[in-house]
């Protein structure tokens, strides 16, 4: 009996052993996708030298800084904090880059901004120009018209016909004239 129990808690302790390495790999797993999604610097205490042992350095590429201990990914405290440390730098890069650019397209739509307003004032000044030279042109369309009226009325057409008639007019004159110059009476 005491050998069931024993068996039974070592298959559940089995069981709790196995769930906890795959949520590791899970871990792992997840963790790596961010380093390379993210290109995130992982600042630690391991370095891998040229005949892959570790060895004290500064940083570490992410696998061998989570695989340097062993093959069976564990991930100690250390390495987790420099991996959220990591992670909180490069949110803060991000997040710098993106009020940068914020900044920037507000800088850039302020200037567009007024760039319109002064083509709306320049638009404006032109109309009313127009407007000011229309109203001038009609005024001096109504001048000439009026000139041309007066002209036409004042200087009606002379007929041959009357200048004809005037010239037997004034020579009827000119013969009285005469006719009472010479008679003297």
């Known amino acids: 009996k005491k050998t069931n129990e024993l068996n039974s808690v070592r298959g559940k302790l089995d069981a709790e052993q196995e769930a906890h390495t795959a949520t590791l790999r899970k871990r792992f797993t997840l963790?790596?996708?961010i380093y390379r999604r993210h290109k995130i610097e992982?600042?630690?205490?391991?370095?891998?030298?040229?005949?892959?042992g570790l060895t004290q350095g500064t940083t570490a590429t992410f696998s061998t800084m989570l695989t340097g201990h062993t093959n069976d990914c564990t991930i100690t405290s250390e390495d987790?904090?420099?991996?959220?440390?990591?992670?909180?730098e490069r949110e803060k890069d991000i997040m710098r880059r993106v009020d940068e650019a914020r900044r920037r397209h507000r800088d850039e739509d302020d200037t567009i901004q007024k760039?319109?307003?002064d083509l709306q004032a320049k638009k404006?000044?032109?109309?009313?120009?127009?407007?000011?030279?229309?109203?001038?042109k009609d005024d001096a369309r109504r001048e000439l018209q009026n000139i041309s009226t007066q002209s036409s009325s004042a200087y009606n057409r002379v007929k041959k016909?009357?200048?004809?008639?005037?010239?037997?007019?004034?020579?009827?004159?000119?013969?009285?004239?005469?006719?009472?110059?010479?008679?003297v009476r």
């Not at 992982?42 to 892959?52: F, L, M, P, S």
């Not at 404006?124 to 001038?136: G, L, M, Q």
Request: charged share 40%.
């Open 31 to 33: 963790m790596e996708e």
């Open 42 to 52: 992982i600042e630690c205490g391991i370095t891998q030298d040229d005949d892959d």
């Open 80 to 88: 987790m904090s420099a991996f959220t440390r990591a992670l909180d």
């Open 115 to 117: 760039e319109i307003s």
């Open 124 to 136: 404006s000044a032109v109309e009313i120009d127009r407007k000011r030279t229309e109203a001038a």
């Open 161 to 183: 016909s009357d200048v004809d008639e005037a010239k037997r007019t004034a020579a009827e004159l000119a013969k009285s004239r005469d006719e009472l110059n010479n008679n």
